[in-house]
């Protein structure tokens, strides 16, 4: 993967309301649209299964700043469980995070595996990256799609899924995704390129689109 613009202005261009992607319209959406996924990630990271017994695992989460503003990072000791941009949106993030793992032990306290989460942010994308995501298996099976969506390109519900009958059902799934922008859900838009609904903010995922495609070639 290669990022053509310095990492250090992405706050700037993503969380700024002064940067307008104005040219970003549906035409430019389309123009940008893949027809089938790719077989492999679309960088180093993989998913681990989350089995019945992992229900025990302690979580651990912290605080970071990255280049995209402040995160929420957790992981379990399979790997990074939940990354939520808390930009705008602390009380949202906070309350999705307790919902999600309110049945078991968590402590807030800053590991490795988290660092390797914010390094990934910060553009040092070289080592794997593991993440060990709770789900349903539907969930899980569009998650792993969703990793195999290239940097600057987007593609529709329906091809995600594989048929315009489920792409509501897609929609909902790739709604639930705990990762931000490394499981990058912002790059599924409806069929005519058009956005809808996005959990860290409709607007933050135009700007993740149009920041993307300033930075990478069609």
């Known amino acids: 993967m290669k990022i053509a613009r310095s990492y250090e202005n992405i706050a700037e261009d993503i969380l700024n309301p002064e940067v307008e992607y104005s040219c970003l319209n549906k035409q430019v959406v389309l123009s940008r649209m893949i027809d089938n996924l790719p077989s492999e990630p679309w960088a180093n990271i993989e998913i681990n299964d989350w089995l019945p017994k992992d229900e025990e695992l ?3 989460y912290s605080f970071y700043n990255t280049p995209f503003g402040n995160v929420l990072v957790a992981n379990t000791s399979k790997g990074i469980c939940y990354l939520g941009l808390i930009e705008g949106n602390l009380e949202d993030v906070l309350s999705d995070f307790e919902k999600r793992f ?13 660092k390797q989460a914010v390094d990934f942010l910060n553009g040092k994308t ?3 990256l593991l993440f060990h995501l709770r789900g349903t298996p539907y969930q899980i099976g569009i998650w792993r799609k969703l990793i ?7 593609i ?7 048929s315009a009958q489920f792409a509501r059902a897609a929609g909902a799934a790739n709604g639930r995704n705990p990762i931000f922008w490394i ?3 912002h790059r599924v838009v409806k069929t005519d390129g058009g956005f809808d609904r996005y959990f860290w903010g409709k607007d933050v995922k135009k700007r993740l689109l149009g920041w993307e495609f300033a930075n990478s070639k069609i």
């Open 156 to 162: 529709s519900y329906a091809t995600l899924e594989g």
């Open 58 to 60: 302690l979580i651990e």
């Open 102 to 114: 309110s049945y078991t032990n968590r402590v807030e306290t800053q590991t490795l595996q988290q």
């Open 183 to 185: 499981i990058p859900c």
């Open 126 to 128: 070289d080592k794997l």
């Open 148 to 154: 195999r969506i290239p940097y600057g390109k987007v």
